[in-house]
């Protein structure tokens, strides 16, 4: 297995760009796929951008539990790869592996027994309903080429290579964005299929990306790390493994899932002022994540360094590691804040000419954005945390500041201003959460933890 990290306090800015840029170009290919749908599901009218953005509210809530594989994958094999323990490496990609197919199966069969449920608890058109409940369902099945796909490229993350799973990436997002048309009206001879169109184009292309990275993990082939998971079907596995996984990763999972589902009560409490309400707050949460695309590489490079660090017991490297992502996150998140909110008019008329919603989609970028500031430093120690597999701070915090201090400040606030109360809500708890962060981070607890794992064989 190659080495990709040098662990050389010289080179900790080389590294962390290295590991960083592929997850950034990651994310903005993610993003694109995800603008692509509503680009042209867009050209179907609001009705249509308001039934994408329920229907994706579920969506990101059920994939927020892709971080109870994706982060204790990253941990364990980061700190298997930093102690040169290359067995322990594939060991934990296959149980991971498998775990991640029956996370998914179940998660399909929830969809389509409470789907139509959960859908209709927002009140909004049957119109918008019906279409909804449609495209989720299809999607829905795509939850096992997601969760298969994510648990394959935590694993290459976590030795050190972040691009292959850019390039599979590039792409999913390429014949996602030829079959977006073609599929939704009807093009080279295609029957016109409206959101359902959109819903098979990317199940497709969810498809064909899952296949190429199983024929690479199995193979070893095009990745630079060598990594080769031969047996990665082999059903041989063992509970203690899996016990591992879940005890850095569940927590990870509920922080992960806390967003996603108050974000559902938030897009409820947005739904009682009307369609263009929830069209707006859909094309703006979609924008929101370009900001975090620069953020989120930085994270994942973060990650894979302090667990390799660990791993090999540099204690001083690790904090030196801290220090610089630091820097580099409140540089990033300075300049992402400064163009979300200068830019937020030109930026939601790409997506709609509905008046009522290029305003409310306006306010909401524009008082969102000084948090933003905030998320350098806040992802950053979570990371760390993540990296080092010290889960439960980031899990307490999401917890305190979503469910306590988000929720009722959107009700009350939104009842005294409007949909403008929403978004103050969603800033609060940004600043909230992160001084709960660094409570723990300050403590240092997690610079001496230990997460391998023995094998009872």
């Keep these: 297995m190659e080495q990709l990290v040098s662990l050389d306090r010289k080179k900790i800015y080389n590294d ?25 599901v867009g050209r179907l009218g609001t009705p249509a951008i308001a039934a994408l953005s329920l229907s994706n509210s579920l969506f990101w809530m059920l994939f ?66 019906h279409m909804a409940l449609l495209y989720l369902k299809v999607t829905g099945i795509g939850f096992i080429f997601v969760y298969g796909a994510m648990s394959m490229g935590a694993s290459l993350q976590g030795v050190g290579d972040t691009r292959t799973p850019m390039i599979i990436l590039i792409i999913t997002n390429i014949i996602n964005i030829i079959l977006d048309p073609i599929m939704i009206f009807g093009l080279l001879g295609f029957p016109a299929l409206g959101i359902l169109g959109a819903a098979l184009a990317t199940l497709i ?23 080769k998971v031969a047996n990665l079907l082999n059903m041989g596995l063992e509970s203690c493994y899996f016990k591992r996984i879940f005890q850095i990763g569940l927590p990870a999972a509920l922080q992960s899932s806390t967003r996603p589902i108050t974000g559902m009560i938030m897009m409820w409490i947005v739904a009682l002022f009307g369609t263009a309400a929830v069209a707006a707050f859909g094309i703006g949460l979609r924008i929101l994540g370009l900001a975090f695309i620069m953020i989120s590489g930085l994270m994942a490079g973060t990650s894979t360094m ?94 305190i500041a979503n469910w306590i201090i988000k929720i009722p400040c959107a009700y009350l606030l939104a009842m005294v201003i409007g949909t403008n109360g929403v978004w103050w809500a969603i800033t609060i708890s940004i600043v909230a959460e992160l001084l709960f962060l660094l409570f723990w981070f300050r403590r240092g607890h997690w610079l001496y933890k230990e997460i391998r794992v023995t094998s009872s064989n």
């Design 205 to 227: 292309s969810r498809a064909i990306g899952f296949s190429v990275m199983l024929y690479i993990l199995i193979s070893g082939k095009i990745t630079p790390s060598r990594l």
């Design 306 to 399: 302090v667990g390799q660090s660990m791993g090999a017991n540099l204690k001083n490297l690790t904090r030196e590691i801290t220090r610089k992502a630091m820097t580099i996150g409140i540089s990033i998140q300075a300049t992402m804040a400064f163009l979300s909110f200068f830019g937020a008019p030109l930026i939601i008329k790409l997506f709609t000419g509905d008046v009522a919603v290029i305003e409310a989609g306006v306010s909401c970028l524009q008082i969102i954005a000084p948090g933003l500031l905030l998320l350098g430093p806040f992802t950053v120690i979570e990371a760390v945390f993540k990296g080092s597999g010290h889960t439960m701070p980031p899990m307490v915090s999401a917890m």
């Design 16 to 40: 962390l760009w290295s590991l960083s840029w592929p997850v950034m170009a990651f994310m903005v290919f993610q993003t694109t796929l995800e603008l692509v749908d509503l680009y042209w």
């Design 64 to 129: 927020s539990f892709t971080e109870l594989i994706t982060v204790s994958t990253v941990a364990l094999t980061s700190r298997y790869r930093g102690a040169r323990d290359f067995e322990g490496v594939k060991v934990i990609v296959r149980h991971s592996f498998w775990l991640a197919l029956l996370i998914a199966l179940v998660i399909i069969v929830f969809i389509y027994g409470l789907g139509e449920r959960f859908i209709s608890f927002f009140q909004v058109e049957e119109e918008i309903r």
